[in-house]
């Protein structure tokens, strides 16, 4: 039992992204819960390697809450709050979700399976960008800098993941950075 924690703590995160959807509205609500779904993605990894119970079902869960609540959060702000960029940083945004589906595809191409990694810079990038929805919410503004920071980070991921990709042999979805 103690093994299915991390996986039950990554699929409350699939449950909470969704919940979201619902809470948008409701800004202390959403928040609250906002931060659960981020919380839960700093914990799951971390007791799965303090347990020593990393699976691939543990990876693989872990990339699809990690790209639900990253298209929740995307579906939120355009849609829903039509919250507006500069039009540098939607080029920016633009190219690396061009970058990211070419990477997504590449990975089921060569390995067969659909799966983003988790580097240092991903991991980096997602926490930057956790913060933009709760900056906008509490203060009613996009920062610029603070948009333009995480894009350029989410660039560089992509395209250090696309190297990797390149790289690699066997597909290592934990693999922290091109240098390993």
């Not at 609500?29 to 906002?34: D, E, I, K, M, P």
């Not at 709760?134 to 203060?139: A, G, N, R, T, V």
Request: glycine letters at 4%.
């Amino acid at each position: 039992m103690t093994c299915q924690l991390p996986n039950l703590i990554t699929l409350s995160r699939i449950g909470l992204s969704l919940l979201l959807l619902g809470l948008c509205d409701h800004h202390f609500l959403f928040l609250s819960f906002y931060g659960l779904c981020v919380l839960s993605d700093l914990l799951d990894g971390y007791l799965a390697r303090k347990l020593k119970c990393t699976t691939l079902l543990g990876a693989r869960l872990d990339s699809l809450a990690d790209f639900l609540f990253l298209t929740t959060n995307i579906y939120l702000v355009v849609f829903q709050w039509k919250i507006t960029f500069p039009f540098y940083i939607v080029i920016i945004i633009t190219f690396c979700f061009v970058i990211r589906l070419f990477n997504f595809i590449y990975t089921y191409l060569k390995f067969y399976q659909w799966n983003m990694m988790h580097t240092y810079l991903n991991k980096i990038t997602g926490f930057l960008l956790a913060f933009f929805i709760p900056i906008y919410l509490l203060s009613g503004t996009v920062i610029d800098g603070v948009m333009l920071l995480g894009s350029c980070f989410a660039v560089a991921a992509s395209i250090e993941e696309a190297l990797i990709l390149k790289k690699q042999k066997l597909y290592l979805v934990n693999q922290k950075s091109i240098r390993e």
